[in-house]
């Protein structure tokens, strides 16, 4: 999936069968290393893949308090939930080290079909290889693929995935808001299908950063969606675990209307599209290139991003305030980005900024700002196609606001209603 930085792929071998810790333990002796393993692509076989979760990768920070990247993991187990939006015959995870300093040991990993809390459904666990084995080291800045394995999965399937980190790893790359829960364990119980030992939970996603899958009615065709954006692309704002983010309910909107689609939500709490911050993400126009062009399969990607560059220079962004960001200069970055999508074939739709009245980014100067670039993006012709997001969720008596229904309490990221609006809007024909 992955071609910036230090990537590696995986070759597409038989993800093993083994569901007891002695199996485990024996696959995890026999390491490779993410060298090794580049040696082979499983598409390179036939097999078409093309990704059906992701999350974008970020590099290790606490804005809102402590989380588990700071200090990273040793001789603990992470298990994992997420949600996939089409379905296939085989699978296979992307694991990423893109912001370590030092190499990653991933000592062994498992995925299987998710139960309550912490657990997994019996009979479930696979063991994941890594070029044939067990354990694999990713070096500072690499991504890879696990093998492909024989797991059939069906589209809005949650699975668990769970590794096993033998050793001290240092501050871990991870995707700060998942809108979900992650679990913890002390020692290696990456085979348990009860979730007793996972006594530690968060709310981040570690070092897994995408779900492929092939053999699926549509793994072969160019048409996989990527939304690309900040916290309201990302889901804040969204009921915990309900995956009723927008990109949520576009995928299950597609798939109603008879034209199921690979959904890949690339949004990052707080990013902004041409300023780096200390804890949201690299910039937008730096990091498109990572997430965005080198998913396999993807022709449209929906762009939806620039409320944290007008807003990010007043004293209430988490972190500090980052450098002014004039409209002109918010525009050149989305001409930025489109130059960079189409030079891959890539359609782009461009939305409308959501209203921010009554939040703390609301501020006359702001507004105008949001409004004047509303503007350009409706008009302009700069993209493919538009959807208007604005007035999708805004109050009709006070348009500069989210209408309360919408509202998920702090005038500036909807609610679940409010992303389902949002998704409503998006012409399906346009994607």
Do not use: C
């Not at 009615?217 to 889901?235: E, K, N």
């Amino acid at each position: 999936m992955k071609t910036t930085g230090t990537t590696f792929r995986r070759a597409g071998t038989a993800l093993l069968a083994a569901t007891t810790l002695t199996a485990l333990s024996a696959l995890s002796a026999l390491p490779a290393t993410a060298a090794t393993a580049a040696t082979a692509d499983p598409s390179r076989g036939g097999a078409a893949w093309h990704g059906t979760w992701a999350a974008s990768p970020q590099a290790a920070a606490a804005p809102f308090g402590p989380n588990w990247s700071e200090r990273g993991f040793d001789n603990q187990t992470v298990r994992q939930t997420v949600r996939v939006t089409t379905g296939g015959t085989r699978a296979r995870i992307e694991l990423t080290n893109r912001y370590g300093s030092t190499p990653l040991r991933i000592t062994g990993a498992t995925v299987a079909r998710t139960a309550e809390g912490g657990a997994v459904r019996p009979g479930s666990v696979r063991a994941l290889t890594f070029d044939g084995r067990g354990s694999v080291t990713i070096p500072a800045g690499g991504t890879l693929l696990s093998d492909g394995a024989p797991f059939r999965t069906s589209a809005f399937e949650t699975l668990t995935v769970t590794l096993y980190l033998a050793g001290p790893t240092g501050p871990a790359t991870f995707h700060f808001f998942s809108g979900t829960t992650s679990y913890r364990a002390a020692g290696d119980h990456r085979a348990d299908v009860a979730g007793t030992a996972f006594t530690e939970t968060d709310s981040s996603w570690y070092y897994l950063s995408g779900v492929e899958v092939s053999g699926g009615a549509h793994t072969a065709r160019r048409d996989s969606i990527v939304t690309f954006g900040d916290s309201i692309t990302d889901g804040v704002g969204a009921t915990p675990g309900a995956d009723d983010r927008y990109p949520d309910e576009l995928a299950e909107r597609l798939a109603a209307a008879g034209s199921p689609r690979a959904v890949l939500n690339h949004g990052i709490g707080g990013n902004q599209v041409v300023n780096d911050t200390t804890w949201a993400g690299e910039k937008g126009i730096a990091r498109f290139k990572k997430d965005v062009l080198t998913e396999r399969g993807v022709g449209t990607v929906v762009l939806l991003e620039g409320i944290n560059d007008i807003g990010g220079s007043g004293p209430s962004f988490p972190g500090g305030p980052t450098p002014e960001v004039s409209v002109n200069r918010l525009i050149e970055g989305h001409r930025t980005l489109i130059r960079q999508a189409h030079a891959r074939g890539i359609k782009v739709i461009g939305a409308t900024l959501t209203p921010i009245k009554g939040s703390f980014y609301f501020t006359p100067e702001n507004e105008a700002k949001r409004e004047a670039f509303n503007a350009w993006v409706r008009t302009s012709g700069a993209y493919d196609g538009v959807v208007d997001f604005d007035r999708a969720v805004a109050d009709p008596a006070d348009p500069d606001r989210i209408l309360p229904a919408y509202d998920s309490g702090d005038h500036l990221h909807p609610g679940d209603a409010g992303y389902r609006a949002m998704a409503a809007a998006l012409d399906l024909d346009e994607l």
